[in-house]
């Protein structure tokens, strides 16, 4: 049972529910590729680049020309949220707990949604027909915490070189200019930018608006802020994921869904449960960059 309901009693509070600060929900998942997913592992195919043949003589034999094939595969994990609504404290609310309490479920299970998609934009990817090769983030798309470019001060927070180098490994790369690219940051970070006098110092609706802290798009990037990103083991240091759309994969089993019922074991108690199933991959080394940030 929840030892706090009783702080939401009339004769101490308001007649409504105010949620404490906290991240309302998932925040990465419309930047990603979404999927729906039947089975506990799932593997989505690869089709590598080939090239073609000149043709130099007449009637020659026809050149065949073998397609690579890779697949990555994605592991689907649940997650669950439940909490107890005593009898006796329904009976002393103004209101009826439970909706409140099954918003604040899906709260949960979207920050833990966003906790997968995170930790697999630079975690272990798993290929292969069986999806047993093990393929590590490349230290190649890697922008270290004091990267400068020639002739520049250095800087180990987020700088308008780094997301130039981001933005020209992403593109050498062949990635698709017309693709949505992003950029997640902590606030840190934001800060870091606000403060660039590269920045301040070019008058365009584009830069007003992110001097402004509304943060729209700067080269090409859409900035997503979020304060759940990895930081590096020993340093602490931010690790800020810079992707394109479709190179970062979120699989859903089953969507957020709450249930709101008594239990009989618990003397009619009403109990709110959520639950869920998802899963996260990346489905290109090439199409995410990791710039490390120190804060």
């Known amino acids: ?118 930790e697999n934009m630079f975690g272990t990817a798993y290929t292969g027909k069986t999806g047993s090769t093990s393929t590590a983030f490349p230290s190649s798309q890697q922008i270290a915490v004091d990267y400068v470019e020639s002739g520049g001060a250095t800087d180990s927070g987020l700088t308008v070189p780094k997301l130039r180098n981001a933005r020209q490994k992403l593109i050498s790369a062949q990635n698709d200019k017309s693709e949505a690219r992003y950029i997640a940051i902590s606030a ?52 800020l994921p810079c992707w394109v759309h479709s190179g970062m994969l979120l699989a859903m089993g089953a969507e957020i869904q709450a249930e709101i019922g008594p239990r009989r074991d618990k003397r009619n108690s009403t109990q709110v449960y959520s639950a869920a199933s998802f899963g996260a991959v990346r489905m290109e080394e090439e199409k995410m960059i990791e710039i490390i940030c120190d804060e």
Request: proline share 4%; glycine share 2%; net charge negative.
């Open 1 to 118: 049972m929840s030892n706090q309901i009783t702080t939401a009693f009339v004769q101490q509070y308001k007649a409504n529910v105010e949620f404490l600060l906290q991240q309302k929900g998932s925040i990465m998942r419309p930047y990603v590729r979404n999927e729906t997913q039947n089975a506990e592992f799932q593997f989505y195919d690869r089709i590598g680049a080939t090239a073609a043949v000149e043709v130099l003589t007449r009637h020659a034999d026809t050149p065949l020309i073998e397609t690579p094939h890779d697949r990555r595969r994605c592991h689907l994990r649940d997650f669950d949220w439940a909490d107890l609504i005593d009898r006796k404290d329904r009976i002393r609310l103004l209101i009826d707990p439970t909706s409140p309490y099954a918003q604040n479920a899906a709260f949960a299970l979207g920050r833990s949604l966003d906790d997968v998609i995170i």
């Open 188 to 239: 840190v970070q934001m800060t870091d930018l606000l403060a660039n006098s590269l920045i301040n110092d070019i008058d365009t609706s584009e830069i007003k608006a992110l001097v402004h802290g509304e943060v729209p798009f700067y080269m090409g990037f859409k900035f997503i802020e979020c304060e759940r990103l990895l930081t590096t083991p020993s340093t602490a240091h931010r690790r």
